[in-house]
């Protein structure tokens, strides 16, 4: 199956959704993600979900703890129903100072508890659909209770898939182990993929007599172009700086210690603290940079990307948003060159 090439849907204000969605569409995305941070993962998704035809929908990622089983499997319901089944469900667990203090929503066991999480979904999911009586009880989550003034009813496309996002072994592991698809974080390599993070898949799928192969893995990449020198240049230097940021959080210093920095994880905490983000980026090295993005010009980037990842992801993504107004012939041939 050809590799798949996605987008970001972010940064727009709603009322400019329906245009944004039918460019990617007609640009030859396969998908469009939204990302919870400064706005609501979901909102843009239902807006996009009228306004494109074949557009694949889907959240990199919503924070699940922010929500509740129920009121997300309702939402998801709703969007899963306007779009006539393209939406893919990309759940993550943010990290506890985020969801206990910005959410103010618990924390504990967080690989243990969103594998809960997904498993009472379906049973919500399975409720919705077949009217089924709910008796879901879980180690953090129930499901216990409905009547038809609160069940929406079923949908044409009812099977939602469920991916999850994450970084280390024991999340990667949660994923083979419930969820149908894993958000590959873009702070990886080649090697970290196929030593740390595919195994640990693998080894959570087995519990269910599936392999890593049944899981469908999808990634964002940092793409260093442009049309100078001085351009590449510059977008260098700005994943260096992402990096740079990443890697100042303990959660992504399993995958600096695979390289052999595990001293830099620590130092650049220590520099964040200290609002110094000039001597972050610049203690991270060259060769991890072009470990991490995909480097090249413009015309490049799209055999780039399938030369790296055909076989190994089932779908990519550019980190950043595709610049409004960029050139529509650039961009249609580069999601061609992707598919090969």
């Given at each position: 199956?050809?590799?798949?090439i996605d987008a970001?849907?972010?940064?727009?204000?709603?009322?400019?959704?329906?245009?944004?969605?039918?460019?990617?569409?007609?640009?030859?995305?396969?998908?469009?993600?939204?990302?919870?941070?400064?706005?609501?993962?979901?909102?843009?998704?239902?807006?996009?979900?009228?306004?494109?035809?074949?557009?694949?929908?889907?959240?990199?990622?919503?924070?699940?703890?922010?929500?509740?089983?129920?009121?997300?499997?309702?939402?998801?319901?709703?969007?899963?129903?306007?779009?006539?089944?393209?939406?893919?469900?990309?759940?993550?667990?943010?990290?506890?100072?985020?969801?206990?203090?910005?959410?103010?929503?618990?924390?504990?066991?967080?690989?243990?508890?969103?594998?809960?999480?997904?498993?009472?979904?379906?049973?919500?999911?399975?409720?919705?659909?077949?009217?089924?009586?709910?008796?879901?009880?879980?180690?953090?989550?129930?499901?216990?209770?409905?009547?038809?003034?609160?069940?929406?009813?079923?949908?044409?496309?009812?099977?939602?898939?469920?991916?999850?996002?994450?970084?280390?072994p024991r999340m990667?592991?949660?994923?083979?182990?419930?969820?149908?698809?894993?958000?590959?974080?873009?702070?990886?390599?080649?090697?970290?993929?196929?030593?740390?993070?595919?195994?640990?898949?693998?080894?959570?799928?087995?519990?269910?007599?599936?392999?890593?192969?049944?899981?469908?893995?999808?990634?964002?990449?940092?793409?260093?172009?442009?049309?100078?020198?001085?351009?590449?240049?510059?977008?260098?230097?700005?994943?260096?700086?992402?990096?740079?940021?990443?890697?100042?959080?303990?959660?992504?210093?399993?995958?600096?210690?695979?390289?052999?920095?595990?001293?830099?994880?620590?130092?650049?905490?220590?520099?964040?603290?200290?609002?110094?983000?000039?001597?972050?980026?610049?203690?991270?090295?060259?060769?991890?940079?072009?470990?991490?993005?995909?480097?090249?010009?413009?015309?490049?980037?799209?055999?780039?990307?399938?030369?790296?990842?055909?076989?190994?992801?089932?779908?990519?993504?550019?980190?950043?948003?595709?610049?409004?107004?960029?050139?529509?012939?650039?961009?249609?041939?580069?999601?061609?060159?992707?598919?090969?």
């Amino acid at each position: 199956m050809a590799l798949k090439i996605d987008a970001q849907l972010r940064g727009f204000d709603l009322c400019q959704v329906p245009a944004q969605a039918r460019r990617l569409e007609e640009l030859g995305f396969d998908a469009a993600w939204t990302f919870e941070a400064a706005q609501d993962p979901f909102l843009p998704l239902a807006v996009a979900a009228t306004a494109t035809e074949k557009l694949e929908l889907g959240t990199n990622i919503a924070v699940a703890f922010a929500r509740s089983p129920f009121s997300m499997a309702g939402t998801a319901w709703d969007i899963q129903r306007a779009s006539r089944g393209r939406l893919h469900l990309g759940l993550g667990t943010q990290v506890r100072a985020h969801v206990e203090r910005r959410f103010s929503m618990p924390f504990d066991r967080p690989a243990a508890r969103v594998t809960d999480y997904i498993r009472c979904m379906r049973a919500i999911f399975d409720t919705f659909q077949t009217d089924a009586r709910p008796s879901y009880e879980g180690p953090f989550y129930q499901f216990r209770l409905m009547n038809p003034f609160f069940n929406p009813g079923p949908i044409d496309h009812p099977h939602i898939p469920i991916y999850l996002a994450g970084v280390n072994p024991r999340m990667c592991r949660a994923a083979g182990e419930a969820a149908d698809g894993f958000h590959i974080h873009p702070m990886h390599s080649v090697s970290y993929l196929n030593e740390v993070v595919k195994p640990a898949i693998g080894e959570g799928a087995k519990t269910r007599g599936l392999g890593v192969d049944d899981l469908d893995l999808q990634t964002m990449v940092w793409l260093v172009t442009g049309d100078s020198q001085a351009e590449m240049d510059a977008a260098f230097e700005q994943v260096r700086r992402d990096i740079s940021f990443y890697g100042s959080t303990p959660n992504y210093r399993r995958m600096l210690e695979h390289h052999g920095l595990a001293d830099l994880g620590k130092t650049l905490s220590g520099l964040v603290r200290q609002g110094a983000f000039d001597e972050m980026a610049a203690l991270v090295p060259d060769s991890l940079v072009e470990d991490i993005a995909i480097i090249g010009k413009p015309g490049e980037l799209g055999d780039r990307l399938r030369s790296r990842y055909d076989g190994l992801v089932d779908r990519v993504a550019p980190y950043r948003p595709i610049p409004d107004g960029d050139q529509a012939e650039r961009w249609q041939a580069f999601t061609s060159a992707v598919r090969g």
